[in-house]
C-alpha cells in the first residue's frame, strides 16, 4: 500500500528522498496512539496530513487541524460519518478516497452463505473499539435477518480477543465467519488467515490480500489503486490544489477473489456459477 502511495505521488512529480519527504506515524492497532501522533504532525506544520487506515485515523488528524491539507483513506461513508459536508464538494481542508467496504458486508455473508450453504450458523467477528463497528453490526444483522441467516457477534480487539473469538465460534458451533473490515484486523491478516486454518473454519474477507495469503474468499475494491489515487491527490494539493476542490473518490469495481487451494484443504466444493463470477481464482 505504501508503494502504491509513492507511485501515485510520482504520478504528480514527487518523489521521497528527492523532492519530498514521508514523515511515518505508525498506529500500530492502537487506536488510543493516533490523536496524539496527529497533533505531533499538526505541529510540525507537514505541508498534507495522508490519514490512511479508516475513519478513526481521519478523525484524528481532523481534530488535530483545521488548516493543514489531509486527505484521508477509509472504508465506511464519510457523509454518514460527518468527515465532509459531501463526496463532491468536501468542505474544510479534507478530502480523500473511500473504499466503501463496510458497507459490503452484506455482500460477503451472501457470498459465504452461497459457498457453505450448510452454515447454520455464522459468526461476525467485529472490532468494537472501532467508531464503524455499530453500523457494521446494524447492517449485517439487518442483511441476515432478510435471508433467515442465523449469526453470533464477535468482538476482538487485540491478539488475546482475537484467540479468544475463534475459540467461541468453535464452541458455538458456527459453520463460517465474516471478518469485517477494520484496520487492527488489517495487520492481523497472517493471523486471522492461521487461526481460520487451525479451527478448519471458512472465512470471507474484504481484500484480495487475505486471499492471495491463504484466505478463502475475498470481496471488495483493491487497496491499492486507493492508495495510489491518495497518493495522486496528495501530489496534486502539494501542487495547489485545495481539499474543497477535490471530490471524495469512490470505487467504481469491486472484485471477487476465490482460494481454490483453501477451499480444498477445507473440504469445500466451490459452486461452478460461484467461480464463473470470480475476478480471480488461486490454484
Given amino acids: 500500500m505504501v508503494t502504491a502511495f509513492r507511485l501515485g505521488l510520482k504520478e504528480t512529480g514527487y518523489v521521497e528522498g528527492d ?58 461513508d464519510p457523509v454518514q460519518d460527518g468527515l465532509v459536508a459531501s463526496l463532491a464538494r468536501p468542505g474544510g481542508n479534507i478530502t480523500g478516497v473511500t473504499l466503501i467496504t463496510s458497507e459490503l458486508g452484506a455482500k460477503r455473508l451472501g457470498l459465504l452463505r452461497e459457498l457453505v450453504p450448510s452454515a447454520a450458523l455464522i459468526a461476525v467477528l467485529l ?40 475459540a467461541t465460534l468453535k464452541q458455538a458451533q458456527a459453520g463460517a465467519i465474516v471478518i469485517m473490515p477494520d484496520p487492527f484486523f488489517t495487520t492481523q491478516r497472517e493471523r486471522l488467515i492461521a487461526l481460520a486454518g487451525r479451527h478448519a473454519i471458512p472465512a470471507v474477507y474484504d481484500s484480495r490480500e487475505y486471499a492471495s495469503a ?64 470470480a475476478d480471480e481464482v488461486i490454484e
Fill in 19 to 76: 523532492n519530498a519527504v514521508i514523515a511515518f506515524r505508525w498506529a500500530e492497532g492502537r487506536y488510543d496512539r493516533l490523536p496524539a501522533q496527529a497533533a505531533e504532525l499538526a505541529r510540525q506544520r507537514v505541508a498534507v496530513i495522508v490519514a490512511a487506515g479508516g475513519n478513526v485515523v481521519a478523525f484524528a488528524a481532523k481534530a488535530a487541524t483545521s488548516t493543514i491539507p489531509t486527505v484521508f483513506i477509509v472504508g465506511s
Fill in 127 to 166: 472490532n468494537p473499539t472501532s467508531s464503524a463497528s455499530q453500523q457494521q453490526s446494524r447492517d449485517i444483522e439487518a442483511a441476515a435477518g432478510a435471508i433467515g441467516q442465523r449469526i453470533v457477534m464477535l468482538s476482538a480487539s487485540n491478539d488475546r480477543e482475537l484467540e479468544t473469538a475463534f
Fill in 214 to 277: 491463504g484466505g478463502l474468499i475475498s470481496y471488495g475494491t483493491r487497496y491499492t489503486d486507493t492508495y495510489r489515487q491518495a497518493g495522486v491527490y496528495t501530489g496534486r494539493i502539494l501542487k495547489g490544489t485545495k481539499p474543497t476542490d477535490l471530490p471524495v473518490l469512490q470505487p467504481t469495481s469491486f472484485e471477487l477473489v476465490i482460494n481454490l487451494k483453501t477451499a480444498k484443504a477445507l473440504g469445500l466444493e466451490v459452486p461452478p456459477t460461484l467461480l464463473a463470477r
